[in-house]
């Protein structure tokens, strides 16, 4: 499975970005899409996940200024980010979880991108 993400930038606050991934080789049994964050001398971070059904999560920093979604044919998902803040400044790191057994999920993650936001 490989994770190719893109759309980081330097933005100042109150900007937007839209960050890409595509995912690519074998995804059977996709449990869910999504994005982590790591500032710097953080760890790492949940932010959103979408389902193959649609359904979404975001972590409460984030609700109602980010937006995740899905194109299913082009196996790739979006964050568009509005209203960003400085503390939002991180690598974004893409990923995807995929059922391996009844009782294992195994994720993988992109190489990140970085999101900068100047105050």
């Known amino acids: 499975v490989q994770l190719q993400a893109s759309g980081g930038g330097l933005v100042q606050a109150g900007g937007f970005l839209r960050l890409s991934c595509a995912a690519s080789?074998?995804?059977?049994?996709?449990?869910?899409m999504g994005w982590y964050r790591q500032a710097p001398g953080e760890r790492r971070e949940f932010v959103a996940t979408v389902t193959p059904y649609g359904t979404t999560n975001y972590t409460d920093s984030v609700k109602g200024r980010f937006t995740i979604s899905k194109e299913d044919a082009k196996n790739t998902v979006y964050l568009q980010m509005n209203s960003l803040k400085p503390e939002d400044t991180a690598i974004y790191f893409c990923?995807?979880?995929?059922?391996?057994?009844?009782?294992?999920?195994?994720?993988?993650w992109g190489q990140g991108t970085q999101v900068t936001v100047s105050s």
């Open positions: 990923t995807v979880s995929l059922r391996t057994s009844i009782q294992s999920i195994q994720r993988y």
């Open positions: 080789g074998t995804l059977f049994r996709i449990v869910d």
